[in-house]
């Protein structure tokens, strides 16, 4: 198959281009460079820099090439950001996906696999969530992608546009060599920021201990980005089998608290990480854990290494053979 990548030289899109090409498929990379890195877009794909927010951008692509499908990545992802500067979220997650699926419509090409985020429920009423749930979300980068949602729904009612929109529950790890890994520019994911706290010897940042949870801070359900990749290609084999619209949440139905993490980090670093308590960041949801059932039975997922020591571990082999710092600020934050 021929496929296009949306932001393809970001963290998820670079792992999912290089599955991609390892399997035979043809492979053409979009990324405005932006806050992706070129370097990290393997080689044996083509590679068009350009910004979806430009429609002429986004035509030339799908008039010089004709795909069997499209992974959306590209966007802001954010949430502390989205609080500050909401007006970027809507105009780059929302319109810039706007401007794909109607150029898809227009050239009849009608497979899109959308990255989207547990972000949508918001404080959930009920954990672990399915996909059911209501969607309440508590900051601007959750909204706009289940505006996005929205969209898509109605592309595929009005337009015939297949698709499948995957709610994220924290994507983390690394290759398992640590040859690839995650790399944003300001960094906001608790993982990454635990062990450059370690690296670069500063403090880190936690951000709420009085949650409802056991431990008094957030709990998430992490999934690595490698069986992340893997429920994308299972998401786009069914597209081509059975098209229709489809929702899926991606995570694991197991939910670590920050604390756990940062012990984790500890743990396989076999090093202190020097901890500062702070104030809740507004828009944070208390915990965040799947329902996974859905994907499962439909597609038959079954994450292979997202267990918490794996994540960290492969995490840590990246960062600490990298050490890409990515922290324009003096403290790592959660």
């Not at 979300?137 to 009005?158: F, R």
Request: proline share 4%.
């Amino acid at each position: 198959m021929k496929i296009l990548v949306t932001g393809g030289a970001g963290y998820i899109g670079s792992f999912m281009t290089k599955h991609l090409l390892d399997n035979n498929h043809e492979v053409v990379v979009t990324d405005s460079l932006e806050r992706g890195h070129e370097d990290a877009i393997d080689g044996r794909a083509t590679f068009l820099k350009g910004n979806l927010l430009d429609k002429q951008f986004v035509a030339q692509v799908f008039a010089q090439h004709r795909f069997d499908g499209v992974i959306h990545f590209a966007g802001y992802i954010s949430m502390k950001e989205s609080m500050q500067n909401p007006s970027i979220y809507f105009e780059d997650n929302v319109f810039a996906s706007m401007h794909i699926f109607d150029e898809m419509v227009k050239q009849k090409q009608n497979n899109v696999i959308f990255s989207s985020t547990a972000g949508v429920y918001g404080n959930p009423v009920t954990v672990p969530i399915p996909e059911n749930h209501q969607t309440n979300p508590t900051n601007s980068y959750g909204e706009s992608k289940l505006m996005v949602e929205h969209i898509l729904k109605w592309y595929n009612t009005i337009h015939q546009l297949n698709y499948t929109a995957l709610r994220y529950f924290n994507a983390a790890g690394a290759a398992l060599d640590g040859s690839m890994g995650e790399r944003h520019e300001p960094e906001t994911h608790i993982i990454p920021n635990a062990i450059h706290s370690v690296l670069e010897k500063k403090p880190f940042t936690l951000y709420g201990t009085d949650y409802h949870t056991p431990d008094g801070t957030c709990v998430r359900d992490y999934i690595h980005v490698l069986d992340l990749v893997d429920a994308h290609m299972r998401a786009l084999e069914q597209l081509h089998n059975k098209p229709g619209g489809y929702t899926y949440n991606v995570g694991t139905g197991k939910g670590y608290s920050n604390k756990e993490v940062i012990d984790t980090v500890k743990k396989v670093s076999q090093a202190d990480v020097i901890v500062e308590t702070a104030e809740r960041r507004p828009g944070d949801a208390e915990a965040l854990v799947a329902d996974a059932s859905r994907i499962q039975s439909d597609l038959g997922f079954s994450p292979k290494y997202s267990d918490l020591e794996t994540i960290v571990s492969s995490a840590w082999k990246w960062h600490n053979a990298n050490n890409h710092s990515s922290f324009p600020i003096d403290k790592m934050t959660s």
